[in-house]
């Protein structure tokens, strides 16, 4: 039985990249990642055949994202979605009280002072409790996490590689790639998500509701419906994408 095919265009996508572990490798401190300036190229290439569909949902904050990927100029999300920038410059926040920002950050600074190795960082709505130099601290940390959001309500504890954060309950990114969804250039066009930890699953499974193409980097379970290998993969299929040799057609050929 033939099916009938409907011929696709790069524009009916918009791309969502998360940043760490997808588009830049780990590094023992986060201050260290970078993304290599030959795919920041390849991003901006992708962007402008795009029209401008494309967007960093990361959990760092905005002014990160942009450090990050400078000189591009791209739509993000920082924080899991806290702090939108639509194509149009404007920046939505989350509503967070800032007398809780403080009072957790006095909390957490107290309580992790005997825990070495352990990287406490304040982003602008919400914070990381970093482990890899200590893995020791998982579940200390982890438990002072806890405590943090069973005090304060608005936040929630967040598993990452290496991390705990704790970030508005309000915010996730499916909830952040929607709404970039619902602005221009993205609206109406079919989502595609790439990202490789916890925190992406709530934007695979947006991008899952909306038929379109969620990739998983790297190993672990996962509700995206592809998966790309690691870094280096990404770089590779990037290369591909904008080179014409995957198959625009269904994206399908991860
Ligand atoms: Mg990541």
């Known amino acids: 039985m033939n099916e ?9 996508y918009a791309f969502f990249f998360d940043i760490d572990g997808t588009l830049a490798p780990f590094q023992t401190v986060p201050q260290d990642v970078s993304i290599p300036s030959h795919v920041i190229g390849q991003l901006g290439i992708l962007r402008d055949r795009l029209g401008g569909a494309l967007a960093f949902v990361s959990g760092r904050p905005l002014e990160q994202i942009d450090t990050l990927t400078r000189p591009l100029q791209a739509g993000a999300a920082g924080i899991h979605g806290a702090e939108i920038r639509t194509l149009d410059g404007k920046v939505t926040r ?4 800032t007398q809780q920002l403080s009072q957790i950050e006095q909390m957490l600074a ?10 406490i960082e304040k982003k602008s709505m919400a914070f990381a409790l970093h482990y890899r130099q200590a893995p020791d601290a998982q579940q200390p ?14 936040f929630k504890v967040q598993a990452g590689k290496c991390v705990w954060e704790i970030k508005p309950r309000s915010c996730d990114k499916g909830k952040a790639i929607r709404f970039l969804m619902a602005s221009a250039p ?3 066009r079919i989502p595609v998500f790439l990202g490789d930890d916890i925190t992406d699953e709530a934007g695979f499974r947006y991008v899952n509701q909306q038929q379109g193409v969620s990739i998983k980097i790297g190993a672990g379970e996962s509700e995206a419906t592809h998966r ?9 299929w990037l290369d591909d994408l904008i080179n ?5 057609d269904s994206l399908r050929s991860v």
């Open 244 to 248: 014409y040799k995957i198959n625009i």
């Open 110 to 119: 107290e309580q992790t002072r005997a825990l070495k190795g352990v990287l």
């Open 4 to 12: 009938p095919r409907q011929t696709r265009q790069l524009t009916d």
């Open 186 to 188: 993205f609206f109406g």
């Open 141 to 154: 940390l982890q438990a002072l996490a806890n405590t943090v959001v069973d005090r304060y309500p608005d």
């Open 228 to 236: 790309i290998a690691g870094v280096t993969q990404v770089y590779e």
């Open 94 to 97: 989350a509503s967070i009280d």
